[in-house]
Every structure is written in structure tokens, then in C-alpha cells.
């Protein structure tokens, strides 16, 4: 077993942003595992592409003996599992892609660490762990006057893609109890910050209001949503790996909760600010602010308590929405 961690799905936004961090903060070999899906920004890893400790192999995790061969290439001490399709509303029209990649995925990259696991030495076995990467959509709608869910939370999705993830979430744990591979999951909020595709909220508004395009809003905008800053979350990740306990799950939050339509008003404010919107023919960003039809299904509440990573590993996040959401929007300006 080498210093190596492979990362699944490091070409993405989230993972990308666990790769730069662990080159930058550790001295382990990372070997990025991702079929290059659309999702995929290869700008993201651009800066890290020349480091030595740092491997691109373009695989998807669905094929278990290509797998296989790279455990046996690297025998890496890690797994950080990210790979997974993500958008709800790809999900909601063809849920396909999800079962394929989350689920079926996710069996297959734990068939080949439980492969590999098997043969290390009872010691190597004892260092060895698997990381897999959820959502908060899988504790699904949270009544606004109820509690944030805790790791104790029943699982309850609502869409496709959570259904997936929850599916994914009960075949590590089965792994784990069943077999005794040593596994860790975590639950993030919904991420933001630079790299993000551009179907996603933020970057969809950042763009469009560059553009001078309508700013959608689903329904009345009062979606709640617990909004972390990517580069938190990386770190989270990598503190779950180094000191979380096996057969664990924590919960990653930065506690910004804030409706889809408070998001969308801040993106607009700190844009007045930056450009101001009177050179797109108006006025303020907000007057772009277009309400739509919601989408089926939706939920109205996400959020998650984070007190376990916060006590027992010490975690907290670092940036404020708004300090995050004016580094974003500066990543995205021309």
C-alpha cells in the first residue's frame, strides 16, 4: 500500500476541489479517477496538471475491471468517492444516468476496494479507508419549523438523484457491516464557488445577469437552501478522512440557510457593486428577476446540523456567504 489517494470524480467541481487540497496540503500521490463527463471542467485542475504527485486516468467507475487494475497499479491507502451525476432536474428527466453512475458506481468501486482490501495485510487493512461523498437531499424536505436533520435523521428523497444517493449511502453501509470494509460517508449542503457548471443556481444567475439575460426563480423563490463554500467543504472532507471514525457518518454545513430568492438578490447586489447593471440598459441586476413554473416535486426546506463534525473533529467553516459569493462572482467576471 502506497501514499496515494485516489479520487473519484476529481475532474468536477467539488473534486477538483479536493484534489487541489490534498496536493497542496499533503505529500500523498493523487490519482484522479473521472469519465469526463459534460460535468467535467478540465480549468479547474489546469494549475496542477504539471505536479509529479498528480494522476489523470479517464475511467468510469461503472467498470469494475478497470478498476481493479488501477488498485493493483497504485494500491492506493484512500478512496474518496465523488463521482456521481447531481442535478435534479437532469434526474427528473432521465433517471437512467443516475441509477447508472450513483448506484451501480458505487458497487462497483466498493466490489473492487473490498478486492482489494481482502489482500493487504492486517495492519495495511487497519489504515485503509473509503470516503464516500452524499447530499443533504437524502434526509429530503425538512419542515421550515423543524430542526436541521442530524446524522440520526431518517432518510425520506424526494427526487431521482436523491433517491439514487440514498441507494449509494445504503451499499457503503452494507459494505461496512456486512464485509468490514472500513468506510466514512458524509453529508454536504449545497455547494458554491468558482468551477461550478453553470446549470447551477449561482453560476446560472452570475451568467445570465452578465449577459443581461432573465434571472429564473422556481416558483415564489422561498426554497431553502444551506449554502457552503466549496473550498469548506474540501477541507471537511479531508479532516472526515484523516480523523472521522469507521462506520461514521457527519454531517457538512456552513449553516447559511437562505431562500433560492435571498441567493439570487445577494448575487445581484454585490454585482451592482462590481459592474453596475445601468451599462446592461437597467438599473440593479434585480429588476431581471423572473419568476417560472416550479419544478415537480420540489423540496421546500434543506438542512443539515453539523454539530457531530464540529465537536468531535474540530471542523468549522471558514468564509461567509457573502465572502464566498463575491470570490465566485469575481472567478466569473470577463
Not at 86 to 109: E, K, M, W, Y
Not at 242 to 255: D, H, L, P
Request: glycine share 6%; charged share 15%.
Amino acid at each position: 500500500m502506497n501514499k496515494c489517494v485516489f479520487v473519484t470524480g476529481g475532474s468536477g467541481f467539488i473534486g477538483s476541489a479536493v484534489v487541489r487540497l490534498l496536493l497542496a496540503t499533503t505529500d500523498f500521490t493523487i490519482v484522479n479517477i473521472d469519465k469526463l463527463s459534460y460535468a467535467a471542467n478540465p480549468l479547474a485542475l489546469k494549475a496542477v496538471e504539471g505536479d509529479c504527485r498528480y494522476r489523470f486516468k479517464q475511467q468510469d467507475i461503472v467498470n469494475e475491471l478497470e478498476l481493479h487494475s488501477l488498485f493493483t497499479q497504485y494500491q492506493p491507502q484512500y478512496v474518496m468517492h465523488l463521482a456521481a451525476e447531481s442535478h435534479v432536474d437532469r434526474s427528473i428527466n432521465s433517471a437512467a444516468p443516475f441509477i447508472q453512475s450513483n448506484i451501480v458506481g458505487t458497487f462497483s468501486l466498493l466490489e473492487a476496494c473490498r478486492k482489494y482490501w481482502a489482500q493487504l495485510s492486517i495492519q495495511q487493512q487497519q489504515v485503509f479507508r473509503f470516503l464516500h461523498v452524499s447530499t443533504d437531499e437524502v434526509y429530503g424536505d425538512i419542515p421550515l419549523a423543524a430542526n436541521a436533520a442530524t446524522e440520526q435523521t431518517a432518510y425520506h428523497p424526494s427526487s431521482p438523484y436523491s433517491a439514487s444517493k440514498a441507494a449509494s449511502d445504503h451499499l457503503v453501509q452494507a459494505w461496512q457491516r456486512t464485509y468490514g470494509l472500513p468506510v466514512l460517508i458524509t453529508h454536504c449542503t449545497n455547494n458554491y464557488g468558482p468551477f461550478q457548471h453553470q446549470e447551477k443556481l449561482i453560476p446560472l444567475v452570475i451568467n445570465r445577469a452578465l449577459e443581461g439575460q432573465a434571472l429564473p426563480i422556481y416558483g415564489d423563490g422561498q426554497q431553502i437552501r444551506d449554502w457552503l463554500f466549496v473550498e469548506d467543504h474540501a477541507k471537511a472532507l479531508l479532516t472526515v478522512l484523516q480523523k472521522g471514525t469507521v462506520g461514521e457518518s457527519y454531517n457538512i454545513s456552513a449553516n447559511n440557510q437562505l431562500t433560492n430568492l435571498e441567493v439570487v438578490s445577494i448575487i445581484c447586489h454585490e454585482l451592482d457593486k462590481l459592474i453596475p447593471a445601468s451599462k446592461k440598459g437597467i438599473y440593479h441586476y434585480n429588476e431581471l428577476i423572473t419568476f417560472v413554473a416550479d419544478r415537480p416535486g420540489h423540496d421546500r426546506r434543506y438542512a443539515l446540523n453539523a454539530t457531530k463534525i464540529s465537536q468531535q473533529l474540530g471542523w468549522q467553516p471558514s468564509t461567509s456567504f457573502t465572502e464566498g459569493i463575491v470570490k465566485t462572482i469575481t472567478a466569473y467576471l470577463p
